[in-house]
């Protein structure tokens, strides 16, 4: 069996004090230790892959990030490995503003795999219309956007690629996240670690339950693996 050799880390209420994006230090520190130790961390957010390879770069961390919620790998500042086609996701915004008031892009980052929406409508709704007009297509909800891509984009399709490409077996990844859009990446770790203040259905599919919020949590995501991997209880 493996030992654990990669963290794969949402960013947006994980490492962040806020919606706004700020990070918490202590927790960006924590994640700096990790890389010290020798570990590997990898960004998996729902933000564009760019930002989150911005985010290593100065943050001192590990050069690799997953962005657009899957849709897209970064491994270098010009090296995009891109998932989805983006071509059809705006084909299906321009059918969601024609059928549902008030959907408008989110000012956001460019991105490469997704069309980015304001929370201003119905997700059940907007996905019902891309269903009826045969768009194999999604809307999900990261608390911070609406993102529209293809059915089979999500963190843990992300993730798997990244893992079978760089040959990371299950058994090394440990996952840290907070939201719905990480239940994807928690299935493709042997370990998962979420926070008492996330949503029922995070907790049930996560294997490991910290406290703390704002970039709280993941210093004590952290501070689990290493006190349990010592006593041998993650080995």
Known sequence: MNGIKWFAVDIDGTITLNGNGMVNLNALSK?????KLGYKV???TGRSSIEAFALAVFG???????????????????????LADKKKCLEG????????NHVSQKPVFPRMSEVVLERTFSLEQGNQVLQDNGYNLILVDSNYAYHLN????????GLETLMNLLRIHHDEVVSIGDSITDIPMFDKAKYSITFENSSQDVRRRATH??????????????DLVIEKKLNSEFI
């Open 42 to 44: 990898i960004y998996v």
């Open 31 to 35: 994640l700096r230790y990790l890389v």
């Open 150 to 157: 293809e059915v089979s984009i999500n963190k843990g399709f």
């Open 93 to 100: 915004y321009d059918i969601l503003r024609k059928e549902i």
């Open 60 to 82: 001192g961390t590990t050069h690799i990030s997953i962005g657009e919620n899957g849709g897209v790998i970064s491994t270098a500042p010009n090296t995009h490995r891109i």
């Open 209 to 222: 339950i910290v406290n703390g919020e704002n970039g709280e949590g993941l210093v004590n995501a952290i």
